[in-house]
T-cell receptor, first 112, second 116 residues
Framework: SQQGEEDPQALSIQEGENATMNCSYK?????LQWYRQNSGRGLVHLIL?????REKHSGRLRVTLDTSKKSSSLLITASRAADTASYFC????????????FGKGTRLSVIA | SAVISQKPSRDICQRGTSLTIQCQVD?????MFWYRQQPGQSLTLIAT?????????ESGFVIDKFPISRPNLTFSTLTVSNMSPEDSSIYLC?????????????FGPGTRLTVL
């Protein structure tokens, strides 16, 4: 069952601007991950943040996690047209090889 | 990392027919997951497929509708049976990145199914 709720559902920005996407979840988690999907194809893993971490960076990506509010945010800085995609958060209830529970996703459009 | 291929990449099928989707991984993995993504929606887990045992289905998905085979550690198939237009979706298989510990999943490119 889905537990993540993302907002906004759709976001349109100009190239060079920052994009922020939010995700909320309902149950306790071991970690939270963000994925990107281009044009309805396979998902690509972007970043994973553990439940005992509050912030993580990877290149132009910054992820925060607030377990007290059961929420996370993904910030993409200096966006590019190539960042245009759908972004999903996904939660893992425990460590190990468990299936993920995906949020509804944010469709990001970066206009050149 | 794992490289995953799926066949077919897309198909258009008639109502009442069945389609078998193949998922091939370039390394041996214990678990494989099958997800469905309905148009404009997020991913929903259909089942977990372990080699050597029956697949474990999520609520709302049954074996008669979505039979799964897992003949070895690198291959799995998902069949969508007696299709209706509501089955039009992207079907994706995925595998965990590494064994043990929190890790990412690697996804196949998906199979886009349209049922007329």
């Amino acid at each position: 069952s889905q537990q993540g709720e993302e907002d906004p559902q759709a976001l349109s920005i100009q190239e060079g601007e920052n994009a922020t996407m939010n995700c909320s979840y309902k149950t306790s988690i071991n970690n939270l991950q963000w994925y990107r999907q281009n044009s309805g194809r396979g998902l690509v893993h972007l970043i994973l943040i553990r439940s005992n971490e509050r912030e993580k960076h990877s290149g132009r990506l910054r992820v925060t996690l607030d377990t007290s509010k059961k929420s996370s945010s993904l910030l993409i800085t200096a966006s590019r047209a190539a960042d245009t995609a759908s972004y999903f958060c996904a939660t893992a209830p425990n460590s190990g090889n468990t299936p993920l529970v995906f949020g509804k996703g944010t469709r990001l459009s970066v206009i050149a | 990392s794992a490289v995953i291929s799926q066949k077919p990449s897309r198909d258009i099928c008639q109502r009442g027919t069945s389609l078998t989707i193949q998922c091939q991984v370039d390394s041996q993995v214990t678990m494989m997951f099958w997800y469905r993504q309905q148009p404009g929606q997020s991913l929903t887990l259909i089942a977990t497929a372990n080699q050597g045992s029956e697949a474990t289905y999520e609520s709302g998905f049954v074996i008669d509708k979505f039979p799964i085979s897992r003949p070895n550690l690198t291959f799995s198939t998902l069949t969508v049976s007696n299709m209706s237009p509501e089955d039009s979706s992207i079907y994706l298989c995925s595998v965990p990145g590494t064994s043990g510990g929190p890790n990412e999943q690697f996804f196949g490119p998906g199979t886009r199914l349209t049922v007329l």
